[in-house]
């Protein structure tokens, strides 16, 4: 199993990660600017969604971590 320290860095990765996608596909959506009205389909949305599955656990595991040290 993986030390505490080994978790923290792939949760902030898999948040960085996450953060870069959303900043991308915000981006790409601001480009369709105008007029007319558009449908917004995220581009990204199946890896976004299992990063933030990735993160939740991630966080799950350290909130235990935390409380067995209690």
Known sequence: ?????????DLVEAQNK???????ESKANAAQSGTQTIT???QFGDEMQRLREECS????????????ED
């Open 57 to 68: 656990q991630l966080s799950i595991i350290l909130e235990a971590m935390e409380a067995s």
């Open 1 to 9: 199993m993986s030390n505490k320290f080994e978790i923290q860095h």
């Open 18 to 24: 996450l953060n870069r996608l959303c900043q991308a």
């Open 40 to 42: 917004i389909e995220p």
